[in-house]
């Protein structure tokens, strides 16, 4: 079984800062991927980044990257330069195995960047 | 090219009474997914497909909801009868990843349909 832990149900940040959304996650599958989702209030889910269990580097994709750290079991997603245009829901989610299984998602966290 | 279609946008309906929500997958998109998501929650999967086979529907309550994928291309969500608690976005994705597929695929989904049940 897989899970993705967000502990942070809330986060605000100023524009232009920098901000860190936390995941952590549990699976017992030797090889897997990591994701990020973004999901605005008009309801679409955005995929955004992509981190595999064996890539050598942390993931960066734009103003995002993927702060992997493989012992302790967190994919933190990073946001460079937050714009007024981030603020929504982020989901972390994660497959494991052949990658024939869906993603499993976690709660997420709502993201307000305030000018 | 063009993007998953979902419809309806919005459906509302009584305790009780049938709904039931069309997805239309990217084309070449070999998997399928139906996920619940209920306010301020994240995506709960209801049932894959891989093309028109079942992959995984261990979550989707077969008591009263329904969904089918004829011909490999086009997926519909029945709910009947339908309860309070199924008030939720309904979210279809897909993906090109067939079996053995590679991890990184990501999925692409639509805008969802937002049910109300009253």
């Known amino acids: 079984a897989q899970k993705i832990t967000q502990t942070q149900p809330g986060m605000f940040v100023q524009e232009k800062e920098a901000v860190t959304l936390d995941c952590t996650y549990d699976?017992?599958?030797?090889?897997?991927?990591l994701f990020w989702y973004k999901q605005p209030s008009s309801g679409e889910m955005i995929f955004l980044i992509y981190?595999?269990?064996?890539?050598?580097q942390n993931a960066t994709e734009g103003r995002y990257s993927l702060n992997f750290q493989k012992a302790r079991k967190s994919a933190n997603l990073v946001i460079s330069a937050s714009q007024l245009g981030d603020s929504a829901m982020y989901f972390c989610?994660?497959?494991?195995?052949?990658?024939?299984?869906?993603?499993?998602f976690g709660s997420g966290t709502r993201l307000q960047v305030q000018p | 090219e063009a993007g998953v279609a979902q419809s309806p946008r919005y459906k509302i309906i009584e305790k009780r009474q049938s709904v039931a929500f069309w997805c239309n997958p990217i084309?070449?998109?070999?998997?399928l997914y139906w996920y619940q998501q209920i306010l301020g929650q994240g995506p709960k999967l209801l049932i894959q497909?891989?093309?028109?086979?079942?992959?995984?529907d261990s979550q989707l309550p077969k008591d009263r909801f329904s969904a089918e994928r004829l011909k490999g291309v086009d997926s519909t969500l029945k709910i009947q009868p339908a309860k309070l608690e199924d008030s939720a976005v309904y979210l279809c994705?897909?993906?090109?990843?067939?079996?053995?597929?590679?991890?990184?695929?990501?999925?692409?989904f639509g805008n969802g349909t937002r049910l109300t049940v009253t």
């Open positions: 989610a994660m497959r494991g195995d052949t990658g024939r299984r869906a993603l499993t």
């Open positions: 497909f891989q093309n028109n086979g079942v992959v995984d």
């Open positions: 981190q595999g269990s064996y890539d050598q």
């Open positions: 084309s070449g998109h070999a998997t």
């Open positions: 994705a897909s993906t090109f990843a067939g079996w053995g597929s590679r991890k990184n695929s990501p999925l692409h």
């Open positions: 699976t017992s599958d030797p090889s897997y991927g």
